[in-house]
């Protein structure tokens, strides 16, 4: 039972001042195994925060961070699961299902994490899942002004993966459930 | 010494200690014995006894020397090496040695074959100690615990029950929460028959879930709050583990079957702090579930050995039923608390032995609570090797009086058997003894426990 925050896009300082007080109530250390951050941080602050949570922290380049030295992509393996992050400001058209599939054949992994559309989305497309935390402040982004503030945390169990989302959609905290199995019979690459 | 007069019988005990003393310093006894003292001698076992005290005294030597931890002779589980030390002291000891233990032995199995067990006669044959290597000790000490009804015919029902009962426990309580979100989601699917396998591509379907229902939640009644509460629980519980018996193969290192062990240990002691929350988990419980667990496991019944967890369980609960309140560290100063018991110890010790007593309250300011604290909450289960253990256990289950009547007897005996040691040490000698008790015959220990004067100024209705 391994629990993985996946989360993204603050765009702390420039475009909000701090994740929601909700959802950092919710955030104690002790709870999650690794952090995946798409990224758009921006700045070391929330690195260090993020760090507090949990030690074992995965971060892509988003194009606005200060930090030059975060990967484009990362692979990372936990339980049975291949894991991917990549911001997806590289993938055009953005957030394109397609697009992103070919990503996914090319970094060879079963489940992408993607961000930079700041809206929440959780595909299954040609043999693998794209999942898109969405924007965990709730900033604007380059498509739209409304967005909810939402966030991942992914129970990996050996074959299952038990998908939980937390949006903050009117001062509340709604949380939805998303599972799925991974298949014995491999992907198609 | 005159023998007729009427403080001789307390002389007589008194001199005990002394010879002991010169046992456990390793000399022989022959130069001790004096003609009158050896008469004294033949009230307790005959006279060969005394020359195979030294066989017997190697004999446990060579038990403590083992490191594989199999710990009875013969049954499973041999080495080569440990049987030809077996014989070596067979070797020994007297032949009445031998015929006192087949004796035993056949009247051991007689008791255990009737229909309905005495469970007095029981307690008797216990007493004077348990079989290694077969499965009778494991079978004896769950009818003392009650585990076991005393009618025969109702094991396999009783057995069956408890275990059963036991798996529903582990099942409520130990399950993680991932575990049990994955059975209900099945449950549901199943329920809208919807197959995984085939769903297309798209996007994944979305469930409401409430609020309590997701790791994140601080929610009490949230199922994944209390795993998170627990975890801390079971780290500690996780760490004293690794320091059960780390010289016993079967609780350390990381072979297979030890990491089974452990974690079965682990399941009864976190049900146990769940069960009991006032009490939780203190250090030392492992300790005290050890030698029960061992000899479950070690049963050669194929059955009960492989539901050692549960009936280890059961047992570790009753064992623990009446001084469980040693634990609790709010209770330390009541009626039924630790430093109670510890007085109680202290009472008992006057009782027989005034000058003992004396120079260690008084002289020496050696208070109990130095030294038998540990003693009297793990039922001796750090002062003695392993083997010893068992055999001292098999004393206090066989005490009709109770479990703690038996161990404060013997952490007195154990006092008396040092007695002349402690007179001629000061406070920090006294201590280092004590705390660091030397090796002593058994045998020789819970005889002199068994013929203790009871403290008849205690509250304890003596019948």
Same mark, same amino acid.
């Given at each position: 039972?391994?629990?993985?925050?996946?989360?993204?896009?603050?765009?702390?300082?420039?475009?909000?001042?701090?994740?929601?007080?909700?959802?950092?109530?919710?955030?104690?250390?002790?709870?999650?195994?690794?952090?995946?951050?798409?990224?758009?941080?921006?700045?070391?602050?929330?690195?260090?925060?993020?760090?507090?949570?949990?030690? +074992?922290?995965?971060?892509?380049?988003?194009?606005? &961070?200060?930090?030059?030295?975060?990967?484009?992509?990362?692979?990372?393996?936990?339980? =049975?699961?291949?894991?991917?992050?990549?911001?997806?400001?590289?993938?055009?058209?953005?957030?394109?299902? +397609?697009?992103?599939?070919?990503?996914?054949?090319?970094?060879?992994?079963?489940?992408?994490?993607?961000? $930079?559309? $700041?809206?929440?989305?959780?595909?299954?497309?040609?043999?693998?899942?794209?999942?898109?935390?969405?924007?965990?402040?709730?900033?604007?982004?380059?498509?739209?002004?409304?967005?909810?503030?939402?966030?991942?945390?992914?129970?990996?169990?050996?074959?299952?993966?038990?998908?939980?989302?937390?949006?903050?959609?009117?001062?509340?905290?709604?949380?939805?459930?998303?599972?799925?199995?991974?298949?014995?019979?491999?992907?198609?690459? | 010494?005159?023998?007729?007069?009427?403080?001789?019988?307390?002389?007589?005990?008194?001199?005990?200690?002394?010879?002991?003393?010169?046992?456990? @310093?390793?000399?022989?006894?022959?130069?001790?014995?004096?003609?009158?003292?050896?008469?004294?001698?033949?009230?307790?076992?005959?006279?060969?006894?005394?020359?195979?005290?030294?066989?017997?005294? &190697?004999?446990?030597?060579?038990?403590?020397?083992?490191?594989?931890?199999?710990?009875?002779?013969?049954?499973? /589980?041999?080495?080569?090496?440990?049987?030809?030390?077996?014989?070596?002291?067979? +070797?020994?000891?007297?032949? @009445?040695?031998?015929?006192?233990?087949?004796?035993?032995?056949?009247?051991?199995?007689?008791?255990?074959? =009737?229909?309905?067990?005495?469970?007095?006669?029981?307690?008797?044959?216990?007493?004077? /100690?348990?079989?290694?290597?077969?499965?009778?000790?494991?079978?004896?000490?769950?009818?003392?615990?009650?585990? *076991?009804?005393?009618?025969?015919?109702?094991?396999?029902?009783?057995?069956?029950?408890?275990?059963?009962?036991?798996?529903?426990?582990?099942?409520?309580?130990?399950?993680?929460?991932?575990?049990?979100?994955?059975?209900?989601?099945?449950?549901?699917?199943?329920?809208?028959?919807?197959?995984?396998?085939?769903?297309?591509?798209?996007?994944? !379907?979305?469930?409401?879930?409430?609020?309590?229902?997701?790791?994140?939640?601080?929610?009490?009644?949230?199922?994944?709050?209390?795993?998170?509460?627990?975890?801390?629980?079971?780290?500690?519980?996780?760490?004293?583990?690794?320091?059960?018996?780390?010289?016993?193969?079967?609780?350390?290192?990381?072979?297979?079957?030890?990491?089974? $062990?452990?974690?079965?240990?682990?399941?009864?002691?976190?049900?146990?702090?769940?069960?009991?929350?006032?009490?939780?988990?203190?250090?030392?419980?492992?300790?005290?579930?050890?030698?029960?667990?061992?000899?479950?496991?070690?049963?050669?019944?194929?059955?009960?050995?492989?539901?050692?967890?549960?009936?280890?369980?059961?047992?570790?609960?009753?064992?623990?039923?009446?001084?469980?309140?040693?634990?609790?560290?709010?209770?330390?100063?009541?009626?039924?608390?630790?430093?109670?018991?510890?007085?109680?110890?202290?009472?008992?010790?006057?009782?027989?032995?005034?000058?003992?007593?004396?120079?260690?309250?008084?002289?020496?300011?050696?208070?109990?609570?130095?030294?038998?604290?540990?003693?009297?909450?793990?039922?001796?289960?750090?002062?003695?090797?392993?083997?010893?253990?068992?055999?001292?256990?098999?004393?206090?289950?066989?005490?009709?009086?109770?479990? !703690?009547?038996?161990?404060?007897?013997?952490?007195?005996?154990?006092? @008396?058997?040092?007695?002349? !040691?402690?007179?001629?040490?000061?406070?920090?000698?006294?201590?280092?003894?004590? !705390?660091?008790?030397?090796?002593?015959?058994?045998?020789? *220990?819970?005889?002199?426990?068994?013929?203790?004067?009871?403290?008849?100024?205690?509250?304890?209705?003596?019948?």
């Amino acid at each position: 039972m391994v629990l993985v925050l996946a989360l993204g896009d603050m765009h702390i300082p420039h475009r909000a001042p701090d994740l929601p007080a909700k959802f950092k109530s919710m955030l104690v250390p002790g709870k999650i195994q690794h952090i995946i951050c798409t990224g758009n941080l921006c700045f070391k602050e929330v690195h260090d925060y993020l760090k507090t949570l949990c030690p +074992d922290l995965h971060i892509s380049r988003g194009e606005y &961070d200060e930090e030059t030295r975060y990967p484009e992509t990362k692979t990372l393996t936990i339980g =049975q699961f291949k894991l991917g992050v990549c911001h997806g400001h590289q993938v055009i058209p953005w957030g394109d299902l +397609d697009s992103l599939a070919m990503l996914q054949r090319q970094l060879d992994v079963d489940i992408l994490v993607t961000g $930079h559309t $700041h809206q929440f989305t959780a595909y299954k497309h040609e043999g693998g899942v794209v999942i898109n935390p969405g924007s965990a402040t709730g900033a604007y982004s380059s498509i739209t002004y409304d967005v909810n503030p939402s966030f991942v945390l992914m129970d990996i169990d050996g074959f299952r993966v038990v998908v939980y989302v937390y949006e903050l959609i009117d001062g509340e905290v709604k949380v939805d459930k998303i599972d799925f199995k991974k298949t014995t019979t491999t992907n198609a690459h | 010494m005159p023998r007729d007069r009427t403080k001789s019988h307390d002389r007589q005990r008194k001199n005990f200690p002394d010879r002991l003393g010169s046992l456990v @310093l390793g000399s022989g006894l022959e130069e001790t014995f004096g003609s009158d003292i050896g008469k004294e001698l033949d009230t307790f076992q005959p006279h060969g006894f005394g020359s195979d005290r030294e066989g017997l005294g &190697d004999w446990e030597d060579e038990g403590d020397r083992d490191v594989d931890g199999v710990v009875g002779d013969g049954g499973e /589980g041999c080495l080569g090496n440990r049987e030809v030390i077996g014989t070596s002291g067979s +070797d020994r000891v007297s032949v @009445l040695e031998v015929i006192a233990a087949d004796e035993k032995r056949s009247d051991l199995e007689y008791e255990l074959s =009737q229909e309905e067990i005495n469970l007095e006669k029981l307690q008797r044959i216990a007493s004077k /100690g348990l079989p290694d290597g077969d499965g009778s000790r494991a079978r004896v000490w769950k009818l003392l615990l009650g585990y *076991l009804p005393p009618s025969r015919n109702l094991w396999d029902k009783e057995l069956a029950e408890n275990r059963q009962k036991y798996a529903k426990l582990k099942e409520e309580l130990l399950i993680s929460p991932s575990e049990s979100a994955r059975r209900r989601i099945e449950g549901f699917r199943s329920f809208e028959q919807e197959s995984d396998s085939g769903e297309s591509d798209g996007p994944l !379907q979305r469930r409401e879930i409430s609020q309590e229902d997701h790791p994140l939640s601080l929610g009490k009644a949230s199922v994944w709050h209390q795993f998170f509460q627990n975890t801390e629980i079971m780290d500690q519980i996780d760490r004293d583990l690794q320091r059960t018996h780390p010289d016993m193969k079967f609780f350390s290192g990381e072979t297979p079957t030890s990491r089974k $062990h452990r974690a079965a240990m682990r399941n009864i002691l976190l049900l146990f702090a769940k069960l009991n929350p006032a009490i939780r988990y203190v250090q030392g419980m492992n300790e005290v579930l050890a030698p029960l667990y061992y000899v479950f496991s070690t049963d050669i019944n194929e059955q009960n050995a492989a539901n050692a967890e549960a009936d280890s369980f059961a047992c570790f609960v009753r064992l623990l039923s009446d001084s469980v309140d040693h634990f609790c560290q709010q209770l330390d100063n009541s009626a039924v608390g630790i430093l109670s018991t510890l007085s109680r110890l202290s009472e008992l010790l006057r009782a027989n032995d005034e000058e003992l007593w004396r120079h260690l309250e008084f002289t020496t300011k050696v208070k109990p609570q130095f030294y038998a604290f540990r003693w009297i909450t793990l039922l001796l289960t750090q002062e003695f090797d392993f083997k010893s253990i068992l055999r001292i256990w098999d004393s206090f289950l066989g005490n009709p009086f109770g479990v !703690q009547d038996m161990l404060l007897r013997v952490c007195c005996a154990m006092l @008396l058997c040092v007695k002349s !040691q402690l007179l001629s040490g000061d406070f920090i000698a006294n201590l280092k003894l004590l !705390q660091h008790y030397p090796e002593i015959n058994i045998e020789h *220990l819970l005889h002199v426990a068994m013929d203790l004067t009871p403290d008849t100024s205690s509250y304890r209705v003596w019948l």
